[in-house]
């Protein structure tokens, strides 16, 4: 009789096993695990600037690119890197701790985005023109702009707006998706004032907008009452399985590789690099 010892032994062999055949089987490919509808950055027609920049890197790998995509960012690497369904993500901040990471391939920060003939300048989350009450100020749930409106005590000045663009959803344990592109269309249309955004997801749609709009890279120097800060700069890397050091360094070598078309790519974006 097998003591529980040994049957957990032997469960771990056949994961084992059963990784290293599926890696096997999937030698010529680089399969991304991808947003399903997270324009700008990806969706299955394959339309945003991440399924292109797949492209860059598979081409640099030698490998077909196959999109693995999921429905709910919060379990990409969970149920989909990690149980090897996919080998790589993209975009992913240069401390997160779930993954193995490469180089960075970019650096970039949030923006404020307002429109230009309104000639709005604000470039920091202490510019006291913030803190007008009559100042509309958009941002993304769970984002460092919902966690700065709170420290400025603004929050509750633009709950109904969150309450709207959430589709008066609670995103507390819930996914609530909030397209980038609306309150993009909210500053053009003079709803807001000014959205803070992570340039990456914004840049798209500054750039094709009827009115002109324009991006100001955030200052780095917000930070919490208690004066913990909250980084508004970040660098970029890809992510994959804790362990597949042979992956990470053949993309760190791609990134070095293909920097010119990477960054040639992000600037067609819109992108602003820091």
């Keep these: 009789m097998f003591k529980k010892q040994q049957v957990f032994s032997l469960l771990s062999i056949v994961a084992g096993v059963f990784c290293l055949l599926t890696s096997q089987a999937h030698a010529d490919e680089l399969r991304v695990c991808a947003g399903e509808n997270e324009m700008p950055f990806s969706n299955v027609k ?36 990690d149980k090897n369904k996919c080998d790589v993500v993209f975009g992913m901040d240069a401390e997160d701790p779930r993954v193995l990471k490469t180089k960075p391939y970019f650096r970039s920060g949030y923006v404020f985005v307002t429109k230009e003939d309104r000639e709005i300048d604000v470039s920091s989350w202490n510019d006291d023109l913030l803190k007008v009450k009559t100042f509309r100020v958009g941002v993304l749930p769970d ?33 609530v998706r909030v397209e980038p592109s609306r309150l993009v269309n909210d500053v053009e249309s003079q709803k807001l004032h000014a959205a803070e955004l992570w340039a990456p997801e914004a840049a798209r749609y500054v750039r094709d907008a009827k009115s002109k709009l324009k991006m100001q890279v955030i200052k780095d120097d917000a930070k919490k009452s208690n004066g913990v800060k909250v980084p508004m700069h970040y660098d970029v890397v890809m992510g994959v399985r804790k362990g597949d050091t042979a992956l990470q360094q053949a993309l760190n070598k791609v990134i070095d590789e293909k920097k010119p078309e990477i960054e040639a790519l992000l600037k067609q974006e819109g992108i602003p690099l820091l």
């Design 143 to 175: 984002s460092p702009g919902k966690v700065m409106l709170l420290q400025i005590n603004r929050f509750d000045d633009m709950f109904d707006y969150f309450a709207e663009i959430q589709g008066y959803k609670s995103t507390r344990n819930n996914y």
């Design 46 to 81: 394959k339309e945003g600037f991440e399924n292109a920049l797949a492209e860059i890197i598979g081409q640099g790998l030698g490998k077909k690119v196959e999109f693995v995509f999921w429905n709910d960012p919060r379990y990409s690497v969970r149920d989909f890197l």
